[in-house]
């Protein structure tokens, strides 16, 4: 449907922008209807800091879990894996932190949860390992952003070296 595929670009934009609220709104008329969408609102809750109890979306999520993969993507692995983290159920955690970042190696974020999550759980190996990898990528994220800026300056693109410049504060 076009109008769901519409809704789920402009809800993933806004959440995107850190503009949860408003991806709320928009997602809350598609209540159930549909699991892509589902599992946008249940991030954007879960953003916000809205407990699992109070989030219905990530509930059903977390009931049928095989239908909602095939729906979700990995997209559903970052959503769980930062669930189970942030509630300090850090074993549940790392298999999906571990199958997200087998597609999103540099997202510094799940490279963060991951050695916190190996730390908590024992995992000294990986714990070592993840960490110098994150100082690897945090220092390769800051020259491109970098280079970026520089890029953007060049070429009178201010908007853009601000949002970028924002990005990194």
């Known amino acids: 449907n076009a109008n769901t595929q519409a809704t789920g670009y402009l809800a993933s934009s806004l959440i995107q922008q850190n503009k949860f609220s408003e991806a709320i709104s928009l997602l809350a008329t598609h209540n159930g209807k549909n699991q892509s969408l589902d599992c946008l609102k249940a991030d954007a809750l879960h953003k916000t800091g809205v407990k699992l109890s109070q989030n219905k979306a990530l509930k059903s999520i977390l009931k049928e879990k095989s239908a909602y993969r095939e729906s979700c993507g990995i997209y559903f692995d970052k959503l769980l894996g930062q669930h189970f983290f942030r509630i300090g159920q850090y074993s549940e955690a790392l298999p999906y932190l ?71 504060e």
Request: overall charge neutral; charged content about 25%; glycine content about 4%.
């Open 98 to 168: 571990e199958s997200y970042y087998q597609s999103y190696p540099t997202d510094e974020t799940n490279i963060q949860q991951l050695v916190t999550a190996y730390l908590q759980t024992g995992d000294q190996k990986n714990w070592q390992a993840f960490s110098s990898y994150y100082q690897t990528v945090s220092e390769q994220n800051k020259l491109r952003k970098k280079d970026l800026s520089e890029y953007f300056k060049l070429n009178g693109y201010n908007e853009d070296m601000k949002a970028l410049k924002k990005l990194g």
